[in-house]
């Protein structure tokens, strides 16, 4: 039989005939793990692969049908789908067509997620305690993703407009597959014996959570952990979540985001520095025009105008002082002289060389003194003291007055 040439057109379209005429492949249910999930919100189409350990197919739920759905449809969500299988002809994918869909469950990758985030959650690993603050000024930044994404194309446009003093280290790394932790791992412990790293950056763009799994690694996140250096996770869209974002410093919502986060933006620094500036002058300007009107204020008085004459009435003036100080110091030390010579006369009067010098004398026996008749002892020696001189002598008898 001769050979029919056809085109791809037409050959699609007899292979969706073949499937759409099998009757068990029209009205049929499916099971298994949602994954790259998209809700195209203009239209209300839904877009996601169902997969199971061996095995995946493309899936569309229609906005008529997606609209019954009664619960919230994420990657890693366990459904049971119910619909026909058939060949979207201009892309020659044969995929499912759901037409309803029932929970059936966690996906075995969001059970092992969850798992892990909870030990490392137990394990202080997420405290913010822990958290390292960004530096405001960084030098150097090290950007570990692909180098071929278009996250670094991002994070590099973004840096450049916002800062461009802070020069970045770009560190190719594996994002995606068995390989990728392990590359992030080898790239983090070079950039963590470097010295001139201020701030780190690690993630990629958007994907499924397949795509993303290499970010879930327990080894990954250790090394995070232990970083010297602050590590902003940026990893997926704002809606992704990863055990990187969760043991990072910082998590930023997209690779965009995270650039915003690492550097300030060099136009409001320049806006504050400006107004600083305003404000310095006019402190500076309001100080000038206060210390000129005390100046002109001081120079206005004559003592500045006319030094000479200031310098007579000062001199007059100490001379008036020094007046005041001898007057004072005189009258003192006459009073001082008077009140001396009155407690000398004082001392005089009382002085018991006065009374002997009247006819009295002094009598003693050795260091006591005598005074009372009562102190004698008969034929015992004592000493007389006159005004010229002294005598011994000796107690014959002794009397007292009654």
């Known amino acids: 039989m001769d050979n029919i040439t056809i085109s791809v057109k037409q050959l ?44 995946q197919i493309r899936c569309v739920m229609f906005a008529g049908f997606a609209s019954r759905v009664g619960f919230e449809v994420s990657d890693g969500l366990k459904v049971a789908l119910k619909g026909r299988v058939s060949l979207y002809e201009r892309d020659g994918q044969y995929q499912f067509y759901a037409e309803k869909m029932e929970k059936s469950g966690v996906g075995d990758l969001s059970v092992a997620f969850e798992l892990l985030k909870e030990k490392l959650k137990n394990e202080g690993l997420f405290d913010t305690a822990h958290k390292k603050p960004l530096v405001r000024f960084p ?22 407009k916002r800062y461009p003093l802070c020069e970045v280290l ?18 983090l412990d070079t950039v963590y014996h470097r ?28 090394k995070i952990f232990t970083s010297p250096i602050p590590v902003i996770s940026a990893v997926g ?42 404000k310095l002058i006019n402190s500076l300007t309001s100080k000038y025009r206060l210390t000129k009107t ?3 204020l001081l120079f206005s008085k004559s003592r500045l105008s006319d030094p000479g004459a200031f ?48 006819g009295f004398a002094a009598v003693t026996d050795g260091d006591s003194r005598i005074v009372k008749a009562a102190q004698l002892v008969k034929d015992k020696d004592i000493d007389l003291t006159f005004a010229d001189g002294g005598a011994k002598c000796r107690v014959l008898s002794t009397y007292i007055k009654q």
């Open 170 to 187: 770009i560190c190719p790394v594996a994002v995606q597959g068995e390989s990728a932790a392990g590359s992030m791992i080898k790239m």
């Open 195 to 222: 010295d001139d790293i201020d701030t780190i950056i690690i993630g990629r763009g958007g994907g499924s959570l397949e795509d993303l799994w290499a970010f879930n690694d327990e080894n990954l996140a250790r």
């Open 12 to 55: 699609n379209t007899y292979v969706k005939s073949l499937i759409e005429g099998d009757a068990r492949l029209s009205d049929i249910s499916v099971t298994g793990e949602i994954s790259n999930f998209k809700n195209h919100y203009s239209s209300g189409h839904w877009y996601f692969t169902l997969k199971d350990n061996e095995a």
């Open 294 to 296: 005390r100046f002109e």
């Open 311 to 358: 310098f007579n009435e000062a001199s007059l003036a100490i001379d008036g002082i020094t007046e005041k100080i001898i007057d004072t110091t005189s009258r003192k030390m006459l009073d001082a002289g008077n009140a001396l010579a009155n407690q000398i006369s004082r001392l005089d009067t009382l002085s018991p060389l006065k009374v002997i010098s009247r």
């Open 139 to 160: 030098k150097k930044i090290a950007v570990l993703t692909s180098d071929t994404g278009a996250a670094i194309r991002d994070i590099l446009n973004i840096l450049s």
């Open 237 to 278: 869209h704002e809606t992704d979540f990863t055990i990187c974002d969760f043991v990072a410093d910082v998590r930023a919502s997209t690779p965009s985001h995270a650039a915003e986060l690492a550097v300030p933006d060099m136009h409001n620094l320049i806006s504050a520095l400006e107004v600083y500036d305003r």
